[in-house]
Protein backbone atom coordinates (compact mmCIF):
# COMPACT_ATOMS: atom_id res chain seq x y z
CA UNK A 1 0.00 0.00 0.00
CA UNK A 2 1.54 3.30 -0.93
CA UNK A 3 2.42 5.76 2.34
CA UNK A 4 1.77 9.14 2.75
CA UNK A 5 4.54 11.79 1.62
CA UNK A 6 6.12 13.62 4.35
CA UNK A 7 6.30 17.74 3.18
CA UNK A 8 5.51 20.21 6.25
CA UNK A 9 8.40 21.13 8.41
CA UNK A 10 7.63 23.29 11.59
CA UNK A 11 7.00 26.62 10.18
CA UNK A 12 4.34 25.76 7.23
CA UNK A 13 2.99 23.10 10.53
CA UNK A 14 2.81 25.80 13.07
CA UNK A 15 1.16 28.03 10.09
CA UNK A 16 -1.16 24.89 9.88
CA UNK A 17 -1.90 24.79 13.27
CA UNK A 18 -2.72 28.16 13.68
CA UNK A 19 -5.22 28.27 10.53
CA UNK A 20 -6.88 25.02 12.23
CA UNK A 21 -7.86 27.26 15.32
CA UNK A 22 -8.43 30.48 13.86
CA UNK A 23 -11.18 30.23 11.47
CA UNK A 24 -14.68 31.00 11.71
CA UNK A 25 -15.18 30.98 15.64
CA UNK A 26 -13.85 34.22 17.09
CA UNK A 27 -15.25 35.76 13.98
CA UNK A 28 -18.70 34.58 14.79
CA UNK A 29 -18.85 33.71 18.39
CA UNK A 30 -17.08 36.91 20.26
CA UNK A 31 -20.31 38.44 19.89
CA UNK A 32 -22.57 35.93 21.90
CA UNK A 33 -19.16 35.69 24.19
CA UNK A 34 -19.95 39.79 24.88
CA UNK A 35 -23.13 38.79 25.53
CA UNK A 36 -22.43 36.21 28.59
CA UNK A 37 -19.38 38.10 29.95
CA UNK A 38 -19.70 41.24 28.85
CA UNK A 39 -16.10 43.37 29.57
CA UNK A 40 -14.74 40.65 30.85
CA UNK A 41 -14.85 38.09 28.29
CA UNK A 42 -11.42 38.48 27.40
CA UNK A 43 -10.98 36.49 31.25
CA UNK A 44 -12.99 33.65 29.30
CA UNK A 45 -10.35 33.54 26.27
CA UNK A 46 -7.82 33.19 28.87
CA UNK A 47 -9.72 29.92 30.40
CA UNK A 48 -9.90 28.63 27.12
CA UNK A 49 -6.42 29.08 26.72
CA UNK A 50 -5.29 27.59 29.59
CA UNK A 51 -7.48 24.47 28.49
CA UNK A 52 -6.19 24.19 24.91
CA UNK A 53 -2.32 24.37 26.53
CA UNK A 54 -3.65 21.36 29.17
CA UNK A 55 -4.81 19.54 25.99
CA UNK A 56 -1.99 20.75 24.06
CA UNK A 57 0.54 19.58 26.07
CA UNK A 58 -0.84 16.19 26.12
CA UNK A 59 -1.46 16.29 22.56
CA UNK A 60 2.56 17.05 22.17
CA UNK A 61 3.56 13.60 24.10
CA UNK A 62 0.95 11.39 22.54
CA UNK A 63 1.85 12.45 18.90
CA UNK A 64 5.20 12.13 19.64
CA UNK A 65 4.58 8.67 20.94
CA UNK A 66 2.74 7.57 18.31
CA UNK A 67 3.21 10.07 14.92
CA UNK A 68 0.18 8.39 13.32
CA UNK A 69 -2.87 9.57 11.48
CA UNK A 70 -6.08 8.93 13.25
CA UNK A 71 -4.09 10.23 16.31
CA UNK A 72 -7.10 10.53 18.97
CA UNK A 73 -8.04 6.67 17.92
CA UNK A 74 -4.17 5.25 18.04
CA UNK A 75 -4.14 7.33 21.43
CA UNK A 76 -6.91 6.21 23.37
CA UNK A 77 -6.88 2.52 21.70
CA UNK A 78 -3.20 2.42 23.05
CA UNK A 79 -3.87 3.85 26.68
CA UNK A 80 -6.72 1.97 27.51
CA UNK A 81 -6.06 -1.78 24.95
CA UNK A 82 -9.41 -1.93 23.82
CA UNK A 83 -10.35 -0.96 20.05
CA UNK A 84 -14.04 -0.59 20.85
CA UNK A 85 -12.78 2.31 23.52
CA UNK A 86 -10.72 3.85 20.51
CA UNK A 87 -12.75 3.30 18.08
CA UNK A 88 -15.37 5.64 19.65
CA UNK A 89 -13.01 8.11 20.20
CA UNK A 90 -11.88 8.51 16.58
CA UNK A 91 -15.70 8.11 15.13
CA UNK A 92 -16.54 11.17 17.79
CA UNK A 93 -13.79 13.37 16.58
CA UNK A 94 -14.56 12.11 12.87
CA UNK A 95 -18.40 13.27 12.80
CA UNK A 96 -17.50 16.42 14.76
CA UNK A 97 -14.68 17.24 12.04
CA UNK A 98 -17.91 16.72 9.21
CA UNK A 99 -20.17 18.94 11.49
CA UNK A 100 -17.84 22.02 11.79
CA UNK A 101 -16.86 21.56 8.15
CA UNK A 102 -21.07 21.49 7.16
CA UNK A 103 -21.77 24.90 9.91
CA UNK A 104 -18.68 26.55 8.70
CA UNK A 105 -19.32 26.35 4.94
CA UNK A 106 -22.63 28.14 5.88
CA UNK A 107 -21.51 30.46 7.19
CA UNK A 108 -18.94 30.74 4.29
CA UNK A 109 -22.39 30.80 2.22
CA UNK A 110 -23.88 33.61 4.58
CA UNK A 111 -21.22 35.75 4.14
CA UNK A 112 -20.33 35.35 0.35
CA UNK A 113 -24.25 36.07 -0.22
CA UNK A 114 -23.48 39.90 0.78
CA UNK A 115 -21.03 39.92 -2.64
CA UNK A 116 -22.88 37.47 -4.69
CA UNK A 117 -26.53 36.33 -5.26
CA UNK A 118 -26.26 33.04 -4.46
CA UNK A 119 -28.62 31.11 -2.39
CA UNK A 120 -26.51 29.85 1.08
CA UNK A 121 -26.29 26.47 1.19
CA UNK A 122 -24.99 26.43 -2.61
CA UNK A 123 -22.55 28.67 -1.89
CA UNK A 124 -21.76 26.33 0.75
CA UNK A 125 -21.84 23.19 -1.56
CA UNK A 126 -19.42 24.86 -3.69
CA UNK A 127 -16.82 25.69 -1.47
CA UNK A 128 -16.75 22.02 0.26
CA UNK A 129 -16.44 20.57 -3.72
CA UNK A 130 -13.46 23.25 -4.05
CA UNK A 131 -11.98 22.73 -1.05
CA UNK A 132 -12.02 18.90 -1.14
CA UNK A 133 -10.56 19.16 -4.85
CA UNK A 134 -7.21 20.87 -3.18
CA UNK A 135 -7.51 18.44 -0.41
CA UNK A 136 -7.21 15.52 -3.32
CA UNK A 137 -4.71 17.24 -4.84
CA UNK A 138 -2.36 16.97 -1.96
CA UNK A 139 -1.27 17.80 2.00
CA UNK A 140 1.34 20.38 0.15
CA UNK A 141 -0.90 22.14 -1.42
CA UNK A 142 -3.35 21.76 1.11
CA UNK A 143 -0.77 23.40 3.57
CA UNK A 144 0.04 26.00 1.44
CA UNK A 145 -3.55 27.14 0.69
CA UNK A 146 -3.99 26.85 4.54
CA UNK A 147 -1.32 29.27 5.13
CA UNK A 148 -2.13 32.08 2.39
CA UNK A 149 -5.65 31.82 4.73
CA UNK A 150 -3.95 31.90 7.70
CA UNK A 151 -2.43 34.70 7.28
CA UNK A 152 -5.33 37.12 5.96
CA UNK A 153 -7.03 35.84 9.01
CA UNK A 154 -4.15 37.07 10.77
CA UNK A 155 -4.55 40.26 9.62
CA UNK A 156 -8.02 40.53 9.69
CA UNK A 157 -7.52 40.23 13.30
CA UNK A 158 -4.51 42.30 13.72
CA UNK A 159 -6.98 45.21 12.62
CA UNK A 160 -9.03 44.51 15.11
CA UNK A 161 -6.02 44.95 17.48
CA UNK A 162 -4.28 48.09 15.56
CA UNK A 163 -7.71 50.10 16.11
CA UNK A 164 -8.27 48.60 19.89
CA UNK A 165 -5.11 50.53 20.33
CA UNK A 166 -5.03 53.54 18.43
CA UNK A 167 -9.21 54.42 18.68
CA UNK A 168 -9.66 57.50 21.52
CA UNK A 169 -12.35 56.68 24.11
CA UNK A 170 -14.79 58.59 25.64
CA UNK A 171 -14.69 57.04 29.08
CA UNK A 172 -12.31 54.55 30.52
CA UNK A 173 -13.13 51.06 30.15
CA UNK A 174 -13.92 48.80 32.81
CA UNK A 175 -12.36 45.04 31.78
CA UNK A 176 -13.72 43.68 34.78
CA UNK A 177 -17.21 44.48 33.98
CA UNK A 178 -19.44 41.36 34.03
CA UNK A 179 -23.23 41.69 33.65
CA UNK A 180 -23.67 37.84 34.67
CA UNK A 181 -21.02 37.38 37.03
CA UNK A 182 -18.83 34.31 37.05
CA UNK A 183 -21.69 32.33 35.84
CA UNK A 184 -21.50 34.79 32.35
CA UNK A 185 -17.82 34.35 32.41
CA UNK A 186 -17.95 30.44 32.71
CA UNK A 187 -20.69 30.41 30.01
CA UNK A 188 -18.69 32.23 27.69
CA UNK A 189 -15.68 30.40 27.93
CA UNK A 190 -17.73 26.94 27.13
CA UNK A 191 -18.83 28.59 24.28
CA UNK A 192 -15.78 30.19 23.22
CA UNK A 193 -13.66 27.38 23.19
CA UNK A 194 -15.18 26.35 20.17
CA UNK A 195 -12.69 29.39 18.66
CA UNK A 196 -9.53 27.04 20.38
CA UNK A 197 -10.84 23.82 18.51
CA UNK A 198 -8.53 22.55 15.53
CA UNK A 199 -4.98 22.40 17.02
CA UNK A 200 -5.99 18.98 17.49
CA UNK A 201 -6.17 17.81 14.26
CA UNK A 202 -2.58 18.80 13.61
CA UNK A 203 -1.94 15.64 15.20
CA UNK A 204 -3.76 13.79 11.88
CA UNK A 205 -1.24 14.83 9.57
CA UNK A 206 1.45 13.04 11.83
CA UNK A 207 2.24 10.77 8.80
CA UNK A 208 2.68 14.10 6.36
CA UNK A 209 5.40 15.76 8.73
CA UNK A 210 9.11 15.97 8.73
CA UNK A 211 11.14 14.85 11.81
CA UNK A 212 7.34 14.26 13.58
CA UNK A 213 8.28 13.41 16.85
CA UNK A 214 10.33 16.66 17.23
CA UNK A 215 7.88 18.74 14.98
CA UNK A 216 4.63 17.97 16.17
CA UNK A 217 5.20 18.80 19.73
CA UNK A 218 6.82 22.23 19.33
CA UNK A 219 3.85 23.38 16.25
CA UNK A 220 1.30 22.22 18.78
CA UNK A 221 2.62 24.02 21.88
CA UNK A 222 3.29 27.32 19.22
CA UNK A 223 0.14 27.19 17.73
CA UNK A 224 -1.92 27.59 21.15
CA UNK A 225 0.58 30.47 22.37
CA UNK A 226 0.02 32.27 19.22
CA UNK A 227 -3.63 31.79 18.78
CA UNK A 228 -4.13 32.15 21.92
CA UNK A 229 -2.59 35.96 22.57
CA UNK A 230 -4.28 37.19 19.33
CA UNK A 231 -7.71 35.95 20.83
CA UNK A 232 -6.85 37.95 24.30
CA UNK A 233 -5.66 41.02 22.60
CA UNK A 234 -8.84 40.64 19.68
CA UNK A 235 -11.71 40.73 22.92
CA UNK A 236 -9.81 43.34 24.69
CA UNK A 237 -9.82 45.48 21.51
CA UNK A 238 -13.49 45.06 20.78
CA UNK A 239 -14.80 46.12 23.58
CA UNK A 240 -13.09 49.51 23.33
CA UNK A 241 -14.69 49.87 19.66
CA UNK A 242 -18.26 49.00 20.30
CA UNK A 243 -19.78 48.41 23.83
CA UNK A 244 -20.50 44.61 25.09
CA UNK A 245 -24.82 45.33 24.62
CA UNK A 246 -24.11 46.48 20.47
CA UNK A 247 -21.62 43.42 20.31
CA UNK A 248 -23.94 41.27 21.39
CA UNK A 249 -26.77 41.81 19.31
CA UNK A 250 -24.22 41.65 16.26
CA UNK A 251 -24.26 39.20 13.41
CA UNK A 252 -21.05 40.06 12.07
CA UNK A 253 -19.36 41.34 15.52
CA UNK A 254 -15.96 41.82 13.58
CA UNK A 255 -17.23 43.77 10.54
CA UNK A 256 -19.36 45.84 12.93
CA UNK A 257 -16.23 46.86 14.70
CA UNK A 258 -14.17 48.01 11.60
CA UNK A 259 -17.26 49.59 10.08
CA UNK A 260 -17.00 51.83 13.39
CA UNK A 261 -13.28 52.56 13.26
CA UNK A 262 -12.78 52.81 9.54
CA UNK A 263 -16.08 53.67 7.92
CA UNK A 264 -18.34 51.09 5.96
CA UNK A 265 -14.87 50.53 3.53
CA UNK A 266 -14.03 48.84 6.68
CA UNK A 267 -16.38 46.84 7.15
CA UNK A 268 -16.64 45.35 3.67
CA UNK A 269 -12.43 44.15 4.21
CA UNK A 270 -13.68 42.52 7.13
CA UNK A 271 -16.26 40.81 5.69
CA UNK A 272 -14.01 39.28 2.97
CA UNK A 273 -11.34 38.69 5.23
CA UNK A 274 -14.20 36.66 6.73
CA UNK A 275 -14.90 34.38 4.00
CA UNK A 276 -11.13 33.60 3.92
CA UNK A 277 -11.20 32.99 7.74
CA UNK A 278 -14.08 30.38 7.01
CA UNK A 279 -12.75 28.64 4.30
CA UNK A 280 -9.51 27.77 6.54
CA UNK A 281 -11.57 26.41 8.75
CA UNK A 282 -13.41 24.26 6.05
CA UNK A 283 -10.31 23.31 4.23
CA UNK A 284 -8.82 22.26 7.56
CA UNK A 285 -11.49 20.15 8.67
CA UNK A 286 -12.01 18.33 5.16
CA UNK A 287 -7.81 17.55 5.27
CA UNK A 288 -7.98 16.04 8.91
CA UNK A 289 -11.49 14.25 8.81
CA UNK A 290 -10.13 12.47 5.45
CA UNK A 291 -6.84 11.58 7.74
CA UNK A 292 -9.56 10.01 10.18
CA UNK A 293 -11.24 7.98 8.04
CA UNK A 294 -8.09 6.64 6.40
CA UNK A 295 -5.84 6.02 9.71
CA UNK A 296 -9.12 4.11 11.30
CA UNK A 297 -9.59 2.47 7.70
CA UNK A 298 -5.56 1.44 7.70
CA UNK A 299 -6.24 0.00 11.12
CA UNK A 300 -9.51 -2.01 10.56
CA UNK A 301 -11.54 -0.28 11.95
CA UNK A 302 -13.66 1.09 9.01
CA UNK A 303 -13.34 -0.65 5.82
CA UNK A 304 -10.33 -0.64 3.91
CA UNK A 305 -11.37 1.27 0.92
CA UNK A 306 -10.97 4.30 2.79
CA UNK A 307 -7.42 3.35 3.23
CA UNK A 308 -6.62 3.69 -0.39
CA UNK A 309 -3.91 6.04 -1.38
CA UNK A 310 -4.16 7.75 -4.90
CA UNK A 311 -1.12 7.38 -6.98
CA UNK A 312 -0.68 10.17 -8.05
CA UNK A 313 -1.33 12.86 -5.26
CA UNK A 314 -0.30 10.53 -2.14
CA UNK A 315 -4.00 11.50 -0.48
CA UNK A 316 -6.43 9.16 1.10
CA UNK A 317 -8.92 10.02 -2.25
CA UNK A 318 -11.80 7.81 -0.95
CA UNK A 319 -11.68 9.01 2.34
CA UNK A 320 -11.71 12.42 1.10
CA UNK A 321 -14.84 11.46 -1.42
CA UNK A 322 -16.33 10.11 1.97
CA UNK A 323 -15.96 13.37 4.02
CA UNK A 324 -17.06 15.75 0.85
CA UNK A 325 -20.04 13.55 0.87
CA UNK A 326 -20.87 13.49 4.29
CA UNK A 327 -20.53 17.31 4.88
CA UNK A 328 -22.50 18.27 1.74
CA UNK A 329 -25.02 16.50 4.01
CA UNK A 330 -24.59 18.10 7.05
CA UNK A 331 -24.93 21.66 5.45
CA UNK A 332 -28.73 21.39 6.21
CA UNK A 333 -27.58 21.85 9.85
CA UNK A 334 -28.23 25.69 10.81
CA UNK A 335 -27.70 27.91 13.91
CA UNK A 336 -24.04 28.16 14.11
CA UNK A 337 -24.30 28.49 17.73
CA UNK A 338 -26.13 25.39 18.45
CA UNK A 339 -23.88 23.68 16.42
CA UNK A 340 -21.16 25.45 18.14
CA UNK A 341 -22.15 23.67 21.02
CA UNK A 342 -22.13 20.34 19.93
CA UNK A 343 -18.71 20.31 18.71
CA UNK A 344 -17.63 21.65 21.76
CA UNK A 345 -19.41 19.13 24.18
CA UNK A 346 -17.82 16.05 21.97
CA UNK A 347 -14.52 18.04 21.73
CA UNK A 348 -14.32 18.36 25.65
CA UNK A 349 -15.18 14.68 25.77
CA UNK A 350 -12.51 13.81 23.39
CA UNK A 351 -10.13 16.14 25.30
CA UNK A 352 -10.89 14.48 28.47
CA UNK A 353 -10.38 11.15 26.83
CA UNK A 354 -7.08 12.03 25.72
CA UNK A 355 -5.76 14.09 28.95
CA UNK A 356 -6.51 10.24 30.46
CA UNK A 357 -4.33 8.28 27.92
CA UNK A 358 -1.44 10.52 28.89
CA UNK A 359 -1.75 9.23 32.57
CA UNK A 360 -2.28 5.88 31.33
CA UNK A 361 0.07 5.50 29.11
CA UNK A 362 2.45 6.49 31.59
CA UNK A 363 1.87 3.17 33.19
CA UNK A 364 0.49 1.00 30.78
CA UNK A 365 4.27 1.66 28.39
CA UNK A 366 6.29 3.09 30.59
CA UNK A 367 9.31 1.75 28.70
CA UNK A 368 8.28 3.67 25.23
CA UNK A 369 10.75 6.86 24.86
CA UNK A 370 8.43 10.02 25.10
CA UNK A 371 10.55 12.73 22.85
CA UNK A 372 8.27 15.13 24.53
CA UNK A 373 6.97 15.04 28.22
CA UNK A 374 4.16 16.72 29.64
CA UNK A 375 6.23 18.76 32.40
CA UNK A 376 5.18 18.97 36.07
CA UNK A 377 5.42 15.13 37.38
CA UNK A 378 5.09 13.67 40.53
CA UNK A 379 7.26 10.19 39.63
CA UNK A 380 5.88 8.86 36.14
CA UNK A 381 2.10 10.67 37.31
CA UNK A 382 1.37 13.90 35.13
CA UNK A 383 -0.17 16.22 37.08
CA UNK A 384 -1.23 18.66 34.25
CA UNK A 385 -3.43 16.30 32.56
CA UNK A 386 -5.19 15.47 35.59
CA UNK A 387 -6.24 19.02 36.16
CA UNK A 388 -7.09 18.99 32.20
CA UNK A 389 -9.50 16.08 32.95
CA UNK A 390 -10.94 17.79 35.75
CA UNK A 391 -11.93 21.14 33.79
CA UNK A 392 -13.17 19.18 30.82
CA UNK A 393 -15.49 17.22 32.76
CA UNK A 394 -16.63 20.23 34.24
CA UNK A 395 -16.94 21.33 30.80
CA UNK A 396 -19.35 18.89 29.64
CA UNK A 397 -21.00 18.98 32.81
CA UNK A 398 -22.03 22.98 31.87
CA UNK A 399 -24.11 22.16 28.66
CA UNK A 400 -27.84 22.05 28.13
CA UNK A 401 -29.61 18.58 28.32
CA UNK A 402 -30.49 18.77 24.53
CA UNK A 403 -26.36 19.45 23.63
CA UNK A 404 -25.85 16.25 25.43
CA UNK A 405 -28.26 14.30 24.29
CA UNK A 406 -27.42 15.23 20.14
CA UNK A 407 -23.70 13.93 21.82
CA UNK A 408 -24.65 10.87 23.06
CA UNK A 409 -26.86 10.08 20.15
CA UNK A 410 -23.21 10.57 17.88
CA UNK A 411 -21.53 8.08 20.19
CA UNK A 412 -24.54 5.78 20.18
CA UNK A 413 -24.54 5.84 16.19
CA UNK A 414 -20.65 4.69 16.59
CA UNK A 415 -21.55 1.83 18.91
CA UNK A 416 -24.31 0.74 16.65
CA UNK A 417 -21.44 0.56 13.44
CA UNK A 418 -18.95 -0.59 15.74
CA UNK A 419 -21.30 -3.54 16.06
CA UNK A 420 -22.47 -3.67 12.48
CA UNK A 421 -19.23 -3.52 11.28
CA UNK A 422 -17.40 -6.20 13.39
CA UNK A 423 -20.09 -8.40 13.06
CA UNK A 424 -19.67 -8.06 9.38
CA UNK A 425 -16.19 -8.42 9.26
CA UNK A 426 -16.04 -11.86 11.51
CA UNK A 427 -19.04 -13.05 8.96
CA UNK A 428 -16.62 -12.91 6.08
CA UNK A 429 -13.63 -14.18 7.69
CA UNK A 430 -15.41 -17.50 8.95
CA UNK A 431 -16.71 -17.63 5.18
Request: charged letters at 10%.
Amino acid sequence: MSELKRHMGLFSLTLYGVGLTLGAGIYVLIGESAGFAGNSMWISFVLGAIVAIFAGLSYAELSALFPKAAAEYVFVKNAFKSEFIGFQVGWLTAITSMIVGATVALGFGGYFSQFVDLPIVISAILLLVVLSMVSFIGIKQSAWANTIFALVTIAGLGIIIFLGITIDVEEPIDYFDAPHGMTGIILAFVLIFFAFIGFEDMANVAEEVKKPKKTLPRAIILSIIITGVIYILVSLSAVRILNWEELSQSAAPLADIATRGLGSKGGITMSIIALFATASTVLITLVAGARILYGMAKSNSLPSIFAKIHPKTGTPWIAVIGILVTSVAFTLIGDIVIVANIVVFAIVITFAMINLSVILLRYVKPEDQRPFRVPLNIGRFPILPLFGFIITVYMAMQFELEVILVGIGIIGSGCVFYLLYNRQKNKNCII
